[in-house]
């Protein structure tokens, strides 16, 4: 086995991707504990990743500020980001984005040595060699993990190395205990990446007044944009008092928020993964996308798939008026979070996050 000592790992966004590669991240680390391992991130998501002993250093790619620049700042920008890449001599370089602007950073890097999974795209193939184990077909977060067997043997334990939030999950507490909250709680997330993604405001509604009659309050998560799909889920069940916390939260925060629930609910979004990274019971609702493929991942994580027939095709926008999350039955996602919420009760891990949740 090579003993890689300068590693370089590139998985610049989104934030439920990168928390699909931490698992591959904790496998990298176990496999070269010596090494010294740089993460490139965009700026938004650098907070998720943890520190030491996992990882280095952080380089920061800032991708949006790269296009508002004219074409010689571009260049002059790139410029400064090879020398900085070159100047770390990587022996290796660990592509899980596998798009264009990775494949443009693996070439920057310097680094002869540039691999990537399987599923590479926009012609980033053509840098850094796909990785085709015996996952190409199954989870992403095992199809991130053939990366790391084919440089060594693994453990076969999945686990996501996280930042502490011990100090966010108590601001959290304060802020459920002071709009009245009591556990257990489900945490709603409305909002998605992909317009298509959305499941509709009754439903979730729907929802809530189901969870509410077995006891379990409700309240609304997600960034500041997503407030109107908030106010729309409210408006649908006003009986319910639904609190909005929809921008209350940073990402560390809402880690700390999501450690306290006894479920979350969402659609294939990045607030579900981190919940489930976290150990949070989760049910995810799968329409374009495949559960199969990007589930939420763990003992205590549920999906429901759409029974559409063009589910999933893979489209941002829905050219059908969004019927695959429309299929997607209210009762179905009430049993998946009974069902999670009862292993949790049940399962010794769950047990005590649920019990640290009605205690708190």
Not at 154 to 177: N, T
Not at 330 to 358: H, P, W, Y
Request: glycine fraction near 8%; proline fraction near 7%; include cysteine.
């Amino acid at each position: 086995m090579v003993e890689y000592k300068r590693i370089l790992v590139i998985k610049m966004s989104a934030l439920g991707d990168i928390i699909h590669a931490l698992p591959s991240l904790a496998a990298l680390r176990e496999l070269f504990p010596a090494a010294k391992i740089s993460w490139l991130v965009e700026p938004q998501f650098a907070s998720i990743l943890p520190g030491r002993p996992y990882v280095d250093e952080l380089i920061v790619f800032y991708k949006n500020d790269l296009k508002k620049k004219s074409l010689p700042k571009k260049i002059s920008y790139l410029a400064e980001l090879r020398r900085e890449l070159h100047s770390r001599r990587f022996d290796l370089t660990l592509d899980l984005q596998g798009l264009m602007k990775s494949s443009l950073i693996a070439l920057l890097s310097g680094c002869r040595r540039r691999l990537g999974y399987c599923e590479m795209r926009e012609g980033s193939f053509l840098v850094s060699r796909p990785v085709y184990g015996p996952n190409r077909d199954g989870h992403v977060i095992e199809r991130y993990r053939d990366v790391i067997r084919s440089l060594g043997p693994i453990s076969e334990e999945v686990a996501f190395p996280l930042p502490d939030f011990s100090e966010p999950r108590r601001e959290m507490e304060e802020l459920v205990s002071s709009l009245g909250l009591r556990p257990p709680l489900a945490l709603l997330f409305p909002g998605a990446g992909w317009a298509s993604k959305l499941w509709p405001a009754e439903k979730y509604a729907e929802l809530a007044r189901k969870l509410s009659a077995m006891g379990v309050s409700a309240a609304i998560g997600g960034s500041r944009a997503e407030g109107g799909l908030a106010k729309a889920i409210q408006d649908q069940a006003p009986e319910l008092k639904m609190p909005d916390l929809t921008g209350k939260t940073d990402i560390l925060g809402l880690m700390g928020l999501v450690s306290l629930a006894a479920v979350c609910v969402g659609a294939d979004t990045g607030p579900l993964h981190i919940a489930a990274a976290a150990g949070a019971p989760t049910v995810s609702l799968f329409g374009p996308s495949s559960g199969q493929r990007a589930g939420t991942f763990g003992p205590l994580s549920r999906y429901v798939a759409s029974s559409a027939s063009c589910s999933p095709c893979f489209k941002r926008n829905c050219p059908k008026t969004f019927v695959c999350m429309d299929a997607i039955d209210t009762d179905e996602v009430f049993a998946a979070c009974r069902e999670v919420l009862e292993r949790a009760k049940s399962s010794q891990i769950g047990s005590n996050r649920f019990s640290e949740a009605t205690e708190s």
